[in-house]
T-cell receptor, first 113, second 116 residues
């Protein structure tokens, strides 16, 4: 079964600093990988997805992620944090067949002024 | 973009009553919808997969007689929490991939259930 591990349940950065949220996956075949953001009491919004095309994926709001097969990682980055980036972030993996997603435990991002 | 709605957005009920939550795909058809439960400060846990015109598939440990799922049309799935108890209080989220699309899902805004 596929699984996702997000290192760090809480990450705190200063406004303008680099954001790095870590995600590692376990899969026997190249998976589809996703990053979602969740604001309080809301559903999930897709930030970006990797579907076996380019390994560097650019998403919305200035976020990007790089798929590294050798490291089984899909870390999310943003060069300069904004206060509005404070939210919960989830990494998810999907098998190449079907639509079922498996989510990581989530990382709460805090942005300090 | 594709939109998924949920109704109600929040509900408070007494212990022992049943609550129905609707999940609708507004501008696309979905033969499959997913229902998740999310406890505070935790991740989304898949409860069941709703299949249009057939029985839902439940994850291990989820009581199918307590969480009734009906997917009567290509745009509507309902989750009914029967005889709700305080431990059922949670945030319930649905998602749907457009029919024939397997690498993207669209999530509803969630329903906050509080059982007194």
């Amino acid at each position: 079964a596929q699984s996702v591990t997000q290192l760090g349940s809480h990450v705190s950065v200063s406004e303008g600093a680099l954001v790095l949220l870590r995600c590692n996956y376990s899969s026997s075949v190249p998976p589809y990988l996703f990053w979602y953001v969740q604001y309080p009491n809301q559903g999930l919004q897709l930030l970006l997805k990797y579907t076996s095309a380019a390994t560097l994926v650019k998403g919305i709001n200035g976020f990007e992620a790089e798929f590294k097969k050798s490291e089984t990682s899909f870390h999310l980055t943003k060069p300069s944090a904004h206060m509005s980036d404070a939210a919960e972030y989830f990494c998810a993996v999907k098998e190449t067949s079907g639509s079922r997603l498996t989510f990581g435990e989530g990382t709460q991002l805090t942005v300090n002024p | 973009g594709a939109v998924v709605s949920q109704h109600p957005s929040w509900v408070i009920c007494k212990s022992g009553t049943s609550v129905k939550i609707e999940c609708r795909s507004l501008d696309f058809q979905a033969t499959t919808m997913f229902w998740y439960r999310q406890f505070p400060k935790q991740s989304l846990m898949l409860m069941a997969t709703s299949n249009e015109g057939s029985k839902a598939t439940y994850e291990q440990g989820v009581e199918k007689d307590k969480f009734l799922i009906n997917h009567a049309s290509l745009t509507l799935s309902t989750l009914t929490v029967t005889s709700a108890h305080p431990e059922d209080s949670s945030f319930y989220i649905c998602s749907a991939p457009p029919a024939g699309v397997y690498n993207e899902q669209f999530f509803g805004p969630g329903t906050r259930l509080t059982v007194l």
